[in-house]
């Protein structure tokens, strides 16, 4: 079984190698989410390679990209701010009296500034690292599909679902993407 997976995503390159098309329409509707709605998980690697966009269409899904980013990280620092109160109610309550809730809370909101701070800095981050291009279940990343006799590029999730099962058997059997692990396995493996 396969948990994940290193994506390549320099998108000229892939095209140049396999002679697909990158479907710009699909990835700009996948980063043009409602701001209401969870931000969908993608590679760093994947949004980062539309940065040096060449085409208007690249350049919309960049802009795209740039305010999913904006979003995410106007939640972070919400989430960020709720924290540092947390811990600094929690150290007060230490000085007062030690108790396990207060012990915890610091625990507890100090892991979670340093999680909403490595966030931001990923999101801030333009050069790229290995980590960037590593893909989960569940997670998006450029797969080459055939349509009509015509290889395109675009985004899904790297995880399978049988025929006719319902969205939430990927929560209820989480062990149904090794198939996709296979294949972005053979696309890497593919001849330069």
């Known amino acids: 079984m396969c948990y994940s997976a290193q994506i390549e995503a ?9 002679g697909a098309t990158v479907s ?7 980063y043009a989410h409602d701001p209401g709605k969870k931000r ?17 269409a690249e350049r919309t899904v960049w802009a795209e990209i740039q305010r999913c980013n904006q979003a995410e990280a106007a939640i972070l620092e919400q989430e960020l701010f709720a924290n540092r ?21 610091v625990r507890i909101a100090g892991k979670k500034i340093e999680h909403a701070m ?23 990343a ?17 995880q399978c679902r049988l025929a006719g099962k319902p969205a939430n058997h990927d929560q209820r059997f989480p ?7 296979a294949l972005l396995t053979v696309i890497k493996s593919m001849p330069k």
């Open 40 to 56: 969908p998980k993608t590679p760093k690697a994947m949004a980062d390679a539309f940065r040096a966009g060449s085409s208007a």
């Open 85 to 105: 109160m947390r811990l600094a109610d929690a150290e007060r309550s230490l000085q007062g009296k030690e108790t396990k809730k207060a012990r915890e809370d």
């Open 175 to 181: 062990d149904t993407y090794s198939a996709l692990g």
């Open 118 to 140: 490595g966030k931001l800095a990923d999101l801030k981050r333009a050069d790229g690292k290995d980590r960037d291009s590593r893909i989960f279940p569940g997670v998006y």
């Open 10 to 18: 320099a998108y000229q390159k892939l095209v140049r190698k396999t």
């Open 142 to 158: 450029p797969v080459i599909v055939s349509e009509g006799g015509k290889l395109t590029m675009k985004p899904m999730r790297y």
């Open 24 to 30: 710009l329409q699909e990835f700009a509707a996948l």
